[in-house]
């Protein structure tokens, strides 16, 4: 099952819970064993998922609830700190600092994506402003080194490997020393992977880590690998001291779950995932905008990031501003529309967006959803500034909505989707009102109220 499968399965089952008439046991039980069965298709390993179960009970004790209550919240609050604490063990990973070298070693099974992945970390933090190094221990593997080479080479990153040495422990320590000696400030480690688990594997993991002694040991794993994720996981962390996860492949049809998996396994946070096979394909990973993400109530954090990309600069204030105080009319939803087809991948924003996960943008229908966005467009260029900047959809009666379909070329049942679309996403938008703005003008320091 795919992230945005799972993220339908798990919205629709708070979303009947929600709805029913009575929130008793049944509807609780009903709710929890559809997220249950969402889960474990998707890969999370069953105790985890039997654990999370277990505690949203414990939490959402509903005979001691007193009348008054809002159960529904109570529910789905409970679900979302329990997911997020699936995947967020507490802790935060070692991150470098420009003033003081720091070795990265990264691990994990062959074919997992670490070769790539060590380029897509070392590439994301050169445009940081550090000065990064790679250095190829893979002496297992051949063409290991030309692999790390020819990345290396394109994303302009030096680096360091050999055709002959065959102890992987002895190039390391020269790669690292001579960094150093180079005042490199982030220097990223690549290591053999071996076809399966097995001791030779670990334990020349371990003859690495011992001898360049990393500031972060890096375990990346791919995301399709299933339900033997949480063993994997395991298995290198009893080896050597991961630190954190880079989850790889979560483009196409991997299964989000192993995610889950892991971060329990090794206790260490994920802190990237890998979204494709370009140097760019790479984002850093959150757990609470995720889970957000995966209930439906969209990611606004990334959302934002996305936004100050394509926004510009003296808009930004303005618009969230609006956005900030629920004021959403269709000049803002016009405005969001031309911003997101502007945004690139609509995919990437669509899934960001509160509520339009999995509705408004079915997996493999980018090209419909853009063609639906650009007819929406059209039809509120037949409307006039009022309709514009009116947030109360009452004001379009049937003279109205015959104008606009006749003004656009498209039929009344059209518009009248079009304005549902609009009512659905007002009452998204009205959701986060919460947002605030912590320095004028500054979109990057957007946070969330805790309580939205
Ligand atoms: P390693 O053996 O662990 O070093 O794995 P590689 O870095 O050689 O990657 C194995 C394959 O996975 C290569 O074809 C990569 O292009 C591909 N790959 C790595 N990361 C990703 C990703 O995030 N998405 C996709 N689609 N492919 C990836």
């Avoid at 889950?260 to 494709?276: C, E, N, Q």
């Avoid at 986060?432 to 946070?447: H, I, R, T």
Wanted: hydrophobic letters at 40%.
């Amino acid at each position: 099952m795919v992230l945005a499968e799972l993220c339908g399965r798990i919205t629709g089952a708070i979303q009947q819970m929600k709805n029913a008439t009575i929130v008793d046991e049944k509807a609780l039980n009903d709710c929890l064993n559809e997220i249950t069965r969402a889960l474990l298709q998707s890969d999370v390993s069953f105790h985890l998922v039997k654990e999370m179960q277990t505690n949203i009970k414990k939490i959402v004790n509903l005979e001691d609830l007193a009348v008054g209550h809002n159960k529904r919240r109570i529910i789905e609050q409970a679900i979302f700190c329990e997911l997020c604490k699936m995947l967020d063990p507490g802790k935060s990973a070692f991150a470098p600092k420009k003033t003081k070298p720091s070795v990265v070693l990264f691990v994990g099974l062959q074919g997992a994506g670490k070769t790539t992945t060590c380029t897509k970390y070392a590439y994301y933090h050169q445009k940081k402003g550090y000065k990064p190094a790679l250095v190829c221990a893979d002496t297992f593997r051949a063409g290991a080194f030309d692999q790390l080479k020819q990345n290396a080479t394109k994303a302009k990153i030096p680096f360091y490997g050999s055709y002959t040495e065959s102890d992987p422990a002895k190039i390391a320590v020269e790669g690292v020393d001579r960094f150093k000696k180079e005042n490199c400030d982030l220097i990223i480690v690549d290591t053999s992977g071996r076809h399966k688990q097995e001791a030779s594997l670990f334990e020349e993991m371990r003859q690495v880590a011992e001898a360049t002694k990393p500031d972060l040991v890096i375990f990346a794993m791919d995301s399709s690998i299933g339900q033997a994720a949480f063993e994997q996981a395991q298995a290198f962390k009893q080896s050597v001291a991961v630190g954190a996860v880079i989850i790889t492949k979560m483009d196409g049809h991997a299964k989000g779950g192993g995610a889950l998996s892991a971060v329990a396994a090794t206790k260490s946070p994920v802190i990237f995932i890998g979204t494709g096979e370009h140097m760019d394909d790479f984002e850093i990973f959150d757990a609470k905008p995720f889970v957000s993400r995966l209930l439906g109530n969209g990611d606004w954090s990334g959302f934002v990031n996305k936004l100050q990309e394509v926004v510009p600069k003296d808009q930004q204030p303005e618009l969230l501003e609006k956005l900030s105080h629920g004021n959403f009319t269709l000049r803002i939803m016009y405005d969001q529309f031309q911003n997101i087809l502007n945004m690139g991948p609509l995919k990437e924003v669509f899934s960001m967006l509160p509520g339009i996960c999995a509705e408004m943008m079915p997996e493999g229908h980018e090209k419909e959803s853009q063609a639906k966005i650009k007819r929406y467009m059209t039809m509120m260029d037949s409307m006039t500034n009022e309709e514009l900047d009116s947030s109360n959809p009452k004001v379009f009666n049937g003279s109205k909505i015959m104008r606009i379909a006749r003004g656009s070329g498209r039929i009344v049942t059209e518009v009248m989707d079009m304005l549902e679309e609009y009512k659905r996403l007002a009452t998204m938008w009205g959701k986060v009102k919460g947002l605030k703005m912590l320095e004028k003008g500054n979109m990057s320091s957007l946070s969330r109220n805790k309580n939205s």
